[in-house]
Structures are given as C-alpha cells and as structure tokens.
C-alpha cells in the first residue's frame, strides 16, 4: 500500500446535516461583531489584495481539478503558471509572482507526495444545532503534503496580503488549529502536523507544529466554542486595536478601536497626523538628549523608566524600562 493510500480520508459529512466552514466561524473567534456587521450593511472584502487571494487560489483549484485523477502530476508547474498568465489582467502581475512561488514549491516536494491541492475535508463536530441537526466542520486547504513517516503530514498554506505571521502567530491561528483538528479526524494515523505559511510577499514562512495528544482537545473546545459564538443571538464586540486594524468595519463599528476607527475613517488625515506626531517626538528627543547630557537623570514619576545612554543599545539615548536596565548595569 502506497502512502497515498494510507492518506484518503476516513469519514464522510453525513447526509442531514449543517455544514460550518473554517473561514465563517473565524470570523466569528475573533470578534462576533464582524460577520454581524458585514451581513448587517453588505460589506464585501473587494481590496485589490483580496481579489489576488480569490483569483489565486481559483487557479489552484482549477489546476487541481485537471490532475485529481492523474499518476503523473509533472505538468501541473506549468499548467499553473499558464492559468495565471491568463488571470485578470490588473492584478495578474500580482497573480503570477504567488503562483510562479506556489508552482516552485510543487517542483521542489514531487507529485509523488502531494495528498491535495484546495482539497477540501470535512468532519463531524460532534454537537448538533438548535434545530437538531449535527454540525459538520469543514475547511479548504492549500496544499496537503505526505512527509516521509506516516504518522506525519504538512499542510501549507499561502497567505498572500501584507501581513507578516510569526511562529508563535502561526501555531496560536484559528486557522492552523481548526486545520489541525479537521486533519487529525480525518487521517486517524497522522500524529504530527506540520504546518506552514508561505508568505511570498515578504519572503518569509511561519512553521507550527501540532501533536494529537497535546493539541486535540484544546483545539476542538476552540472550535465548539466557535460555533457557540456563530449560532448565538448576541453579537458582541472585541476590539483589539491589531485586530481592528485589519478589520474591514472598522468604520461601522461603535466599539472599535480609536485608533484603528480613526484610520479606516480619513487615512490621509490619519498618515499626517503621524508625521506631524513623528516630527513633535524627534523635538522633545532631542531636548531631553541635551537635558541628559548636561547631566541630570531622567525618569518617569513612578520610576519606571528612564531616559539616557545604555551601552547594550545601538541608538545611544532612549527610553527604557527600569527593570531592564539592572541587566544591562549586570553585564557592564
Ligand atoms: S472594529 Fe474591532 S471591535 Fe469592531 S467589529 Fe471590527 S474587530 Fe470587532
């Protein structure tokens, strides 16, 4: 038995049921109030950089489908890159530069073990909605991988915005988690998840690993309390000023972030008053550097920080927090 074989999915959605897919209750982890409001005034996320992600990841499935019953997966590079060519054409330079990334990579791994590419799995949630129906969780993938033990398998996924994950980012990622859970129900004899970001743009790839026996429970209790937050009534809001940064109704949002709200209002306004911040800042930098030199210390009331020259640092004056600097004094 090859590993291929070892790797097709085990369970199947049942027949009545009602389907969650990953992205739909993301949305929902991380601020109910998003999808509320989105629904509630039609907002669509239609960002050239949005559009690059949806023609993009079009194209993969297409090429997919025209190899999902073939042995010999060697023509899928160029077919790839030819599609993509052919994408619309005021993103397709955009368009081309992620998939010439994306067809290097599938040269590099071998058609031998590629499990999927957009392969979508599913899986029971093991609870039922109001209405009775059991729940199916469900999510599409970039790029399933075998790795060279059975008990292991890679999934990649391309994340094409400007947005950079670090590891720590990428392990603690709804998406890597509820990515991990549907995997693990689906292949019963994977252990260990590897799972990567591909983040063309800045040249970089955020790894997390999973373990079954670590990870399992933690990440379905993540997931059903998920769906709680989708199926409930109440819509309520989380700001957070990173993640309002990034959300698209910020501008609709009483509960936003200031500054975040205050951005996707006027960014314009937004950018010069940063400048104008940026040029008071470099002022009072340079008037507390000649108050420093002249000889007095500078700390905050509470003591907490300090301004002046710390040798560890390669900008000779700046703030710092007093704990810290006992370690610097430690090593000097
Ligand atoms: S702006 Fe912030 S609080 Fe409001 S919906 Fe978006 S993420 Fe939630």
């Known amino acids: 038995m090859t590993m291929l074989n070892l790797l097709k999915p085990q369970s199947a959605a049942p027949v009545e049921s009602v389907i969650w897919d990953r992205s739909a209750l993301e949305s929902y982890s991380t601020c109910p109030a998003m999808p509320y409001l989105m629904a509630k005034h039609k907002v669509a996320g239609d960002s050239a950089i949005q559009q690059v992600g949806i023609e993009g990841h079009r194209i993969i499935a297409e090429t997919w489908q025209s190899f999902a019953n073939q042995d010999d997966l060697s023509g899928m590079r160029d077919y790839l890159v030819d599609e993509g060519r052919m994408s619309r054409p005021d993103i397709q330079p955009d368009v081309l530069r992620v998939l010439k990334n994306i067809a290097n990579k599938l040269t590099v791994i071998g058609g031998q073990r590629i499990i999927g590419v957009e392969k979508q799995l599913s899986a029971p949630a093991g609870v039922k909605d109001k209405e009775g129906r059991p729940v199916v969780f469900s999510m599409a993938y970039d790029l399933l991988t075998a790795c060279r033990k059975e008990s292991e398998l890679a999934y990649t996924d391309y994340k094409l915005g400007y947005k950079v994950r670090s590891n720590t980012e990428a392990a603690e990622a709804f998406q890597t988690q509820f990515g991990g859970l549907l995997i693990w129900q689906n292949y019963p004899q994977i252990q260990t998840i590897h799972v990567f970001y591909e983040q063309p743009r800045a040249g970089k790839t955020a790894y997390a690993r999973l373990d079954r026996e670590r990870d399992f429970h933690d990440f379905q209790g993540r997931a059903w309390s998920s769906l709680d937050r989708a199926v409930a009534d109440d819509h309520p809001a989380w700001p957070d000023p990173v993640k309002c940064s990034w959300c698209t109704v910020a501008h609709l949002c009483e509960k936003a972030d200031t500054q975040a709200a205050d951005l996707k209002k006027d960014p ?22 000649g108050h420093w030199k002249s000889g007095h210390k500078i700390t905050t009331r509470d003591g907490k920080y300090e301004f002046g020259h710390f040798p560890s640092e390669r900008i000779s004056c700046k703030v710092k927090k007093a704990e810290a600097l006992s370690e610097d004094d430690d090593g000097d």
């Open 268 to 289: 314009a306004d937004y950018l010069e008053r940063m400048i104008i911040a940026e040029a008071i800042v470099k002022k009072m930098k340079a008037a507390l550097t």
